[in-house]
């Protein structure tokens, strides 16, 4: 039964990858069609003469702004839009304003704001909570205000180039979305909603071998290895959650989710996930420490602790699985109060024991996740 | 003396977090600065006439590749030339190449190389390893590509057009290196070898504050509660530490560091530092349960656990400071014995112990570190 598990695990990995990879291949595929759609606009002689030079900014806007996931891309488009926008409408404004000032004055005053702009907007780009969400928006916002601005000098048609390019952002955008979000979307939610799921499954694995590991040593092989890495990737989860997060924001209704979806459970959900998994990696560290209780003192302990380890993976595996089909686990009524009654049991025999007060321990955070 | 610490505490935080806004400003001035030197191509007639609208390019390149660290700006700069020059190569040969094959052959032929590049750069792109460090490469090299590909078709003069552009940009990397190396430069590599230096730092006083929280409970107030953000910090540096080390990669000769320094080895012990505090953060976790071992069982070992944590303590300030001076530090030939000596000590008390443990664990990665 256990080689048929990791028989199982190996397939889950293989299929795992080759599921990666086809999503990258599609996404490339994607992109590649998206390319050829706006070069188009280049291409074919009536669209050229409509847009002129100016589908540069539609291929720019292409490569710039499309991501792999469907809200990354929507964020993207959206903060350029706006960013170019506002810096269009204020670059427009100070070079009419300059152009008072006669031709040094002028060369001045476009000096002076280029630089106040740019140093405030650069450091309102670093704030954090700025940073995390509307970086790119600035920094378009940047970039635009100090073309816009800066040739207001030379071209008399500002207004025309503003119009005239925010249309081809607008047709290169309107690529990326129909792209994006019609021919296989990568939603980010679905990811995120994936991986907290997979998260739980992880650790509750993590948590079977450890009980393996540390019950099942034979006298010839010594103690089993016990791999730590799934554990560290979901402790170092942290970013990546966060990201996606950020970008399932900003994706329209789709699929079980629906406005207004509370993104930030998710992160909390994902936070007590880490607490476990920090338990979990010290739980392990103890186990394959040279110092051991003596084989007198595992015993008595032995049945008990096999059982909580037991049970919380199963609780985990349930709670994972609960949540990947969006369905409220009635489970937990059912498994709560045996872990109850089996940390009370620990609790008796665990006041001579090392090892069971670190399983109650996760006991008490998992319950902690009931509440 | 505790008041003492607890007000150098708040004022090294005030101090920190107007160090961080003193060189968020810094920064804000240089970005405006430079901004201001390249609208000078714009702003003044004879540079004017010699660049032409082609300026446009170095502003772009300015806002576009302007980091916070002198080593993220000089390695999207590099990536950026390298980019350009490959993917104006190609495509210059795609329009050469579709030149000879008639009007509507022209468009087939360079609307599929446009799709076969794009879609194969973008999946090379999302591979991990060419995405941590040539990401951004990649992208410049497709959005040149199309440029010049699909624009080869109206342009005859495209490789003059390709000349003034490397040269813009070229322009505009230089007013970036020079403002971003030569004025107050921010190298991540410092910031690297003073984060993980704090981090040393930082979870020397967790584990001080452990040690006061567990042993001085006072019988009105109950145990004061552990501030567990700051090993939190140490336990999500991964993603920001590698990061720094790649840019540090990029930095030239500076200070200390000389070339081909070891960056490796900093996100090794960055690695060692999470894995002591997940540790760290269980028996945190472990002194708050409500579950715990008697005042009986407490009293014996009190002095030693004690001792072991303060010079715990003591040897990672040791370690961090030796770190941050980088000198080789002699002083752990005289705290090593020490601390083997009281682990074995410890050893002897802690068979109905749960406390020790745990700090016999931290102390076993503690002394994996020194070697």
Known sequence: QNKHFALFNVWYLISKHHEQDAKRVIHSIKVGTALVLVSLLYLLDPLFEQVGENAMWA??????????YAG??????????????LGGGLGCFTAILADKFGKTGNTIVVGNSVF?????????????????????????????????????????KILELARERLTNIGMGFSVCIITSLLI??????????????????KLASCIEECMEAYFNVSEKEGRKSINTSSCKAVL?????????????????????????????????????LRELASIILSLQACIESPLQPSRTLQE????????????LGVTLRELGESIMKMRRGNEKVLVLPELQSTKLELTILSSSELQAFETVEALAVANFMFL
């Open 59 to 68: 291929i720019m806007t292409v490569v710039v702004v499309y991501d792999f």
């Open 72 to 85: 990354a891309t929507l964020s993207k488009g959206l903060l350029r839009g706006i960013g170019t926008i």
């Open 116 to 156: 106040i702009f740019g140093a405030v907007a650069t450091y309102y780009r670093m704030i954090p909570s700025i940073k995390k969400r509307y970086d790119y928006g600035v920094m378009i916002f940047i970039l635009t205000f100090n073309l816009v601005a800066v040739s207001g000098l030379r071209a008399d």
């Open 184 to 201: 296989f979307p990568m939603w980010a939610s679905d990811e995120l909603h994936r991986s907290t799921s997979s998260n739980f499954t």
């Open 236 to 272: 170092h989860s942290k970013s990546s959650d966060e990201s996606l997060a950020n970008f399932s924001r900003w994706e329209p209704w789709h699929g079980n989710f629906g406005f207004c979806y509370p993104w930030e459970k998710y992160l909390q959900i994902g936070e007590k």
């Open 300 to 311: 008595p302990i032995k049945e008990t602790c096999k059982n909580v380890g037991l049970s």
